[in-house]
């Protein structure tokens, strides 16, 4: 996984999934996205599974209107919100709440990483951020 910052866009993996994102007229990207590390029961979450329902639960809050950091990576996040204009169903906003708790719970390849680096303090701050933005 190439990180750069803990924040939800600061990794390739995150900013790759957007790309998929941006051809999509609904949120069934997003909602598998989620089913996918919800799918992995006790099994360890892949890291990179991890990365994407992290944007994925972006792209739900921003569909809510709880807009977190914008920058240059979120941009086409940002840009998709206002042209798709899609109401988030209270299941798709459980599941975003559910995959994020998931994400922070062992066995996760991604807390792993994050918890060997100097900045995991940070990267749980930023889940937790944006767990608090999606409302169910």
Known sequence: MGAWSHESFGNDTACDWLYGLEEEDDPGLIEDTLDTVLSAGDEEVDAGDASEAIAAAEAVARLQGHFGLRDVYSESLDEWVSKAKLKV????????????????????????????????????????ELRGRIKV
């Open 89 to 128: 169903s209270k299941a798709l906003a459980e599941k975003a709440v559910k995959a994020l708790d998931r994400i922070v719970t062992a066995p996760s390849e991604l807390k792993e990483l994050w918890e060997d680096s100097n900045n995991y303090k940070d990267w749980l701050a930023a889940v937790k």
